[in-house]
Every structure is written in C-alpha cells, then in structure tokens.
C-alpha cells in the first residue's frame, strides 16, 4: 500500500510502498477514506512525544470502510463505514468500566503513534474503538468528529455541565477545535464569547454563532468580558490556548465560574491563587477527548444536522507536506483532511 513514512524526527514524510499492517483477533483492518491532520501530527513528528519511534505512519483521525475483520470481531463486516476513537484503552479498568476510557487506568496509548496511523492507504483500529458513520455523514466529515467535535463535547457536557443562558469565552476560538465548541455550546443555549487571532478566523467565528468576537493580539481580554457579562465574569471558560490566555481567563472567571482546560500550545504556567478559588468556589479542570459513547453522541448530532462540521479542504496525501507548513503557520481555518485512497 502507499503510505507516508516518517523515517526520523524532523525529517520528511516519505511516499512509500509498504506491506498493509497486520491485524489482531479484535482489529479491524480499514480503507482509510479520510484522515484528518491536526497540531499533535507536528508534535509527533518533530520528535516531541517522548513514546513515540520511527520509523511510523501519523495519522490517528480516522475514518474509512472496513476491508477485514479480525476473528473476534462480530459487530463489523467487509464494508461498513467508520470512524475511531483516538486511545488505546483496556476495556476492564474502573474508568473504562464506566465511560471515561479517556482516563484508563491501563492506557496503552495512541492510534497513529502506537499503531500504525492513517497516512496510509490501509490502517488498524481495535474494533472496540469503532463508532458507525450514517451515508449522511462524509468520510472527510467523519475523520474530524472524534476530536475535533468529541473534544469540546465532552468538555462542555461532561465537566463544564453548561446550562442554557450562560455565558461562555472560547479562546482559540477559530481552531478546529474552537470552531465546533462554538457551536455546542449555541446548541446548548449559551450565549458565547470568542477569541483569537486575525479577521478570518473572528469572521468565521461569528458566522458560527459567537455573540461577540475579541481579537487576541489587542491583549487582555478580561475587560471586554466583564462588560460584556454586567461585571459578572463568564460563567464557563473553554481554555485552548495556553499562558498566553490563561491571566485573561482567570480574570474573567465569575464567581462559581468552572474554567476547562483542553488546549495549552503556548505554555502550561498556570497562575492561580487558592484564595482566590475558595473565595469564588472557581472550579478549574482538566478535559481529555471524548467516550466512545460521546463519539457516537456527536455522529447523531452531526448526522441529524445540529452540529455543522467546518472541513476546510481535503487533500491528497502528497500535499501531506504543504498542510503540515501551513498548520505550523497557524494559517487554518477549521479542519484540512487528507485522503489517502
Ligand atoms: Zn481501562
């Protein structure tokens, strides 16, 4: 099959023909139809993951037919249309056990990194993994659902619990994945505050459904927020970004205020007073990806048309190279797509 090998950290991705990878009892061997690149692609690769080794085909956003079926597995046949949760998970621990394998006591790790990904025109997924997609959901669609989509879902339903009427501040708001988690919490019946960088992705932050944009680079947004929740402070914060935003969010936090924290590319300092958490009973938290169960929520919503998914291209996989420039630029709005056959 062809596929792009990166063969070391920081060198390039190589066009290859390689043997389809093997599949156990309990995987399933899938036609990669769409694979979607996204910022931990660049990690990987630039040799940032202290667990992954080369040589190795990214690629851990999947969606596909399924060519084979291992000899455990019952619930696919040759031909259904899938996409993947993104870990390699037990199955049996207390987390797994009640929906929140993203936190599995016996994480094995990561499809596209401890598997072979999807850069490819075939790759592996356990079958516990999978999650059917509708004919009404496109593959290049159904490749960005898991994270891009499954992320501020379970951020916002499962640990910012938003109810209707709250107000929202979503920094990186123009990312893949800020795009969709202005959507849900619309959806949800909040009102939402966006920030980011640049006129395109303010404009397409509006165009989503944010009640007001702020442009990062005029600074601390803290202000802006206050004004516009009567004083209050926002009652939920989706962080995205890191240090660079994380002193405005603190600021901007209402009393009871629950902040989320999924994204930290420019920094992880993270400035708190436990003071100030009492005084204000300010919830702040961690959220990582989404449930198999969650995946299989957001494929409802997304095929029943609630949840409008931004893919902004879809490429071959031999501009793989000319989307990963561009992703280091930050110059993408939504979700690129490669797909490999
Ligand atoms: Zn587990």
Request: charged share 20%; net charge negative; with cysteine.
């Amino acid at each position: 099959m062809r596929a792009l090998v990166l063969r070391e950290f920081g060198g390039p991705l190589l066009m290859e023909d390689v043997p389809v990878p093997d599949y156990g009892a309990d995987d399933v061997l899938i036609r990669v139809k769409a694979c979607a690149v996204d910022q931990f692609d660049l990690t990987i690769r630039d040799g940032k993951w202290p667990t992954a080794r080369t040589p190795i085909i990214l690629g851990h956003e999947i969606a596909g037919e399924v060519s084979a079926v291992g000899a455990n597995v019952t619930n696919f046949v040759i031909g259904d249309r899938v996409t993947s949760t993104l870990y390699l998970t037990c199955g049996h621990c207390r987390y797994c056990l009640s929906g929140r394998e993203t936190i599995c006591a016996n994480f094995k790790g990561y499809i596209g990194i401890h598997t072979p990904g999807a850069y490819a025109e075939f790759t592996t997924v356990p079958a516990v993994n999978l999650v059917r997609l509708p004919e009404s959901i496109s593959f290049s669609v159904g490749s960005v659902l898991a994270n891009a989509v499954g992320t501020p879902y379970h951020a916002f339903t499962k640990r910012a619990r938003i109810q209707p009427g709250e107000k929202v501040i979503i920094t990186g708001a123009g990312g893949g994945v800020g795009v969709h988690a202005i959507q849900l919490a619309r959806l949800m019946g909040a009102f939402v505050m966006a920030v980011d960088i640049g006129a395109e992705k303010l404009e397409q932050a509006r165009a989503l459904g944010a009640d007001l944009v702020f442009d990062g680079s005029s600074g601390d947004f803290s202000n802006t927020a206050r004004e516009w929740t009567s004083g209050l402070g926002a009652d939920v914060i989706l962080e995205l970004v890191g240090t660079a935003t994380f002193e405005s969010s603190i600021k901007s936090l209402a009393r009871g205020g629950r902040m989320v924290i999924v994204g930290s590319h420019t920094g992880t300092a993270l400035n708190v007073s436990p003071q100030a958490m009492i005084a204000n009973e300010w919830e702040i938290m961690g959220s990582r990806n989404c449930s198999k169960q969650e995946l299989a929520e957001v494929v409802a919503l997304v095929g029943g048309g609630k949840i409008q998914p931004v893919v902004s291209g879809v490429f071959a996989l031999e501009q793989a190279e000319d989307l990963h420039k561009r992703l280091r630029e930050r110059n993408i709005v939504g979700r690129v797509v490669l797909e490999p056959s």
